[in-house]
C-alpha cells in the first residue's frame, strides 16, 4: 500500500494556536487496512526525507507524530530520527502486553515520545510519564470541570495532552483553556467566526507597493525609497541578504546594495513570504505556515513538467491562494490589489489554467481527499514524488522561518 499511497499531514496546533507539529499518516481508502509494514514504511520514508546526514533535522522544532504498533518499537529506522522530534502513537489495548509496555518504557528512558490513543484517562497508571510522553484524549463538551480536574492531574504527571478530535473553533478554544495540545485537521483552513475583518496593515500596504515595483521593473533607487519609508522591513531585508543561508562574502549594510544582490525574482518571492508573515488576524500562526508549505508544494509538484522559469509564479500562485484568509478580505479584492500574471489570476480564481491543478493537489495534499491520486495521475506524477515534495515543502517552510 504505501508505493501506491500518499502521505496526509495534520497540525498539533498549542493553546497559542502555534503549530508544535505535525501528525503524518498514509491515507486511507474505504476497505483498505494499514498494516504494520505500511507504517515501517512511512518511519523509513519520512527518515530519509527530513533527517539530513550533513544538516539533521530539517524541520527545526518540529514534533513529528507517526501511528505504530507494538512490532515498530524495536525498528532500526527509529534510530534515524532524531528521538526527542519524534513521537510514535499506539492504541491503549497494545499496552495490555508486558512486552509493550517493557519497549515503550525503554524507548522513553532514551527520550522517544510515546502517545497513547483510545485510553480512559480516569484509569491510567499512576506510573505514566515512565510509558508515554503524549496521551490523546477525546474531547467532549460535557462535564467540562471533571474533565478540567482529570487533565491538571495528568499534567502533574508530566505527560502532555492531546485533544482530538477538534473540529470546531469553540472546541479549540475548549482544549487550550483546558492547557491541551490540538490535532486541528481542516479546521485552521476555516475563519474563526467573529473574527473582524482586517484588511490591510501599513506593512503589508508597502510590501503590496514593492512587489508591483519589482513586477515592473522599476529603478533600484525607487525601491530603495519606498522600502525606506518601512525601517523593520528595511532591516529584514539586511538580516536576509546578511544571513549565513543566504551567504555574501561580506556584510551589506546598503539596501541598494541588498536589493541587487539579491535580484528581482528572488526579491519578489521573499516579499510575498513577508506579505504572509505580516498579517496581524488571530489565526495567523497556522495559516501563515501553510501558506509558505503550499506555495513551496505548488513549485515542486510542477518542476517536472513545467519550464524552469515558472516555479516562482506557482509559488506566488500557492502563497496567495491563502491570502484571503490571512488578509481577511475577498479573494476577488485581494487580486485587485496586485497586478498578477494572467495565469495566476485563473488560478487562484478557477483552479484553471497552467497553474491552476498543481495549486488543487498542492491543496488536497492538506486534507485526507481522494482526490490527490486522480489529480496526481492526471499530472504523471507518482505518489513517490508528490510524497517526497510534500515533505521537502514541510523542510522548506521551517528553513525560510527560521
Known amino acids: 500500500m504505501h508505493d501506491k499511497n500518499f502521505l496526509v499531514r495534520e497540525p498539533l496546533l498549542d493553546p497559542k494556536q502555534r503549530v ?8 486511507q481508502h474505504k476497505g483498505q487496512v494499514v498494516t504494520g509494514d505500511d507504517l515501517e514504511a512511512l518511519v523509513a520514508f519520512v527518515a530519509r526525507h527530513v533527517h539530513h546526514a550533513e544538516y539533521g533535522w530539517l524541520l527545526k522544532d518540529k514534533v513529528l507524530f507517526l501511528d505504530a504498533v507494538p512490532q515498530m518499537l524495536s525498528l532500526d529506522a527509529l534510530y534515524e530520527l532524531p528521538v526527542e522530534k519524534t513521537v510514535l ?17 525503554g524507548l522513553r528512558a532514551g527520550g ?13 497508571p499512576k506510573n505514566l510519564s515512565q510509558v508515554c510522553s503524549h496521551v490523546e484524549v477525546r474531547f467532549t463538551d460535557s462535564d467540562v470541570g471533571a474533565q478540567a480536574r482529570t487533565y491538571a492531574a495528568l499534567k502533574q504527571a508530566n505527560v502532555r495532552m492531546v485533544g482530538r478530535p477538534v473540529t470546531t473553533w469553540s472546541d479549540y478554544d475548549a482544549c487550550a483553556a483546558l492547557g491541551l495540545d490540538a490535532f486541528v485537521g481542516k479546521l485552521h483552513l476555516t475563519p474563526r467566526p467573529g473574527t473582524p475583518v482586517k484588511g490591510m496593515n501599513p506593512a503589508q500596504t508597502i510590501i503590496l507597493q514593492l512587489m508591483q515595483m519589482v513586477q515592473q521593473n522599476e529603478d533600484i533607487p525607487k525601491i530603495e525609497n519606498v522600502l525606506k519609508r518601512d525601517p523593520a522591513l528595511s532591516y529584514k531585508l539586511l538580516r536576509f541578504i546578511n544571513s549565513a543561508g543566504f551567504g555574501a562574502a561580506r556584510e551589506i549594510q546598503s539596501l541598494r546594495q541588498a536589493i541587487a544582490m539579491l535580484g528581482y525574482a528572488p526579491l519578489y518571492r521573499w516579499l510575498t513570504l513577508l506579505l504572509a508573515t505580516a498579517s496581524t488576524s488571530g489565526y495567523s500562526p497556522v495559516l501563515m505556515e501553510t ?32 491570502l484571503d484568509r ?24 478557477t483552479r484553471g489554467g497552467m497553474y491552476g491543478p498543481y495549486l488543487a493537489l498542492a491543496e488536497a495534499c492538506e486534507l485526507n481527499s481522494q482526490l490527490v491520486e486522480s489529480l496526481a495521475a492526471s499530472l504523471s506524477i507518482t505518489p513517490e514524488e508528490v510524497n517526497a515534495a510534500h515533505l521537502n515543502a514541510l523542510a522548506w517552510a521551517q528553513s525560510v522561518q527560521s
Open 89 to 105: 502513537t499506539l492504541r491503549a489495548q497494545d499496552f495490555a502486553s508486558a512486552d509493550t509496555v517493557s519497549a515503550a518504557q
Open 20 to 27: 508544535l507539529g505535525y501528525e503524518l499518516s498514509w491515507q
Open 326 to 349: 490571512l488578509l481577511g478580505l475577498p479573494m476577488k479584492e485581494v487580486l485587485d490589489t496586485i497586478q498578477l500574471p494572467e495565469e495566476v489570476v485563473r488560478a487562484l480564481l
Open 112 to 124: 522517544l515520545g510515546v502517545s497513547i490513543r483510545g485510553a480512559d484517562v480516569a484509569r491510567l
Open 291 to 322: 501558506a509558505v508549505v503550499r506555495g513551496r508544494l505548488a513549485e515542486l509538484l510542477g518542476q517536472k513538467a513545467l519550464p524552469r522559469g515558472e516555479g516562482e509564479n506557482l509559488f506566488v500562485t500557492g502563497m496567495f491562494s491563502l
